[in-house]
């Protein structure tokens, strides 16, 4: 277990642990011989927790201008395609026809 942050009173630590559980995570409250309270979680979620409690400021992951454009329009090439083959298939069908009945 990790310790995160510690609290002067046990319900201040109480309030901050029912926080990290309503968001998903598991928090423990440990006193310590001073007196002192402090939330403790598993070492995997301590990151996490930090940033649900408010503690490290949240990185932002911009994303690139390409996945902003493929993530935009994900539907733009098969539309293209199929109507490119609505066009081309009838008028290639025709002049198949045309030539094949002696024109």
Known sequence: ?????????????????????ERGGGATVEADDRGAYAIAVLADDAERAREVLGLVETER????EGELVGA??????PVLLVGMA?????????????KLSGG
């Not at 277990?1 to 901050?16: D, H, L, N, R, V």
């Not at 992951?61 to 690139?64: E, H, N």
């Not at 609505?86 to 045309?98: R, S």
């Open 72 to 77: 935009a329009r994900p539907w733009l090439v």
């Open 86 to 98: 609505m066009c081309l298939i009838p008028i290639a069908a025709f002049f198949i026809t045309f």
């Open 1 to 21: 277990m990790t310790i995160i942050e510690q609290y002067p009173t046990a319900q201040a630590a109480q309030g901050q642990a029912a926080l990290l559980g």
């Open 61 to 64: 992951q911009d994303p690139t």
